[in-house]
């Protein structure tokens, strides 16, 4: 059974940076493409950035370009997005998500596993 358990969030001033954790389980994922994405409030889920974790392509949205990396370690089963010069409209709620189809990185009715999500809160 896959299991993804995100890590990570908190609140952070303006300009300020977060890594978040995806803890991976119950698959063994080098075939799978690794997603986050987040949802505010009132608003639907949207895209932030994947990665195959086998490796070859990293894709983000174009609102966090040039200050989100996405990344993974092999040995922890793990998936990381390190997020830098935060905004207030990052605020989010930030999932972890997993699929074998790669058509799409940037659909999340494509992808088949969720984390619960963890809370990321930028301040002004």
């Known amino acids: 059974q896959v299991q993804l358990v995100e890590s990570g969030g908190g609140l952070v001033q303006a300009g300020g940076s977060l890594r978040l954790s995806c803890a991976a389980s119950?698959?063994?994922?080098?075939?799978?493409?690794m997603g986050w994405f987040r949802q505010a409030p009132g608003k639907e889920r949207e895209f932030v950035a994947a990665?195959?974790?086998?490796?070859?392509?990293?894709y983000y949205a174009d609102s966090v370009k040039g200050r989100f990396t996405i990344s993974r370690d092999n040995a922890k089963n793990t998936v990381f997005l390190q997020m830098n010069s935060l905004k207030p409209e990052d605020t989010a709620v930030y999932y972890c998500?997993?699929?074998?189809?790669?058509?799409?990185?940037?659909?999340?009715?494509?992808?088949?596993?969720w984390g619960q999500g963890t809370q990321v809160t930028v301040s002004s």
């Open positions: 119950g698959r063994t994922f080098s075939s799978y493409r």
């Open positions: 990665m195959r974790w086998g490796g070859g392509s990293t």
């Open positions: 998500a997993a699929t074998t189809d790669y058509s799409n990185a940037y659909d999340p009715s494509g992808y088949d596993y």
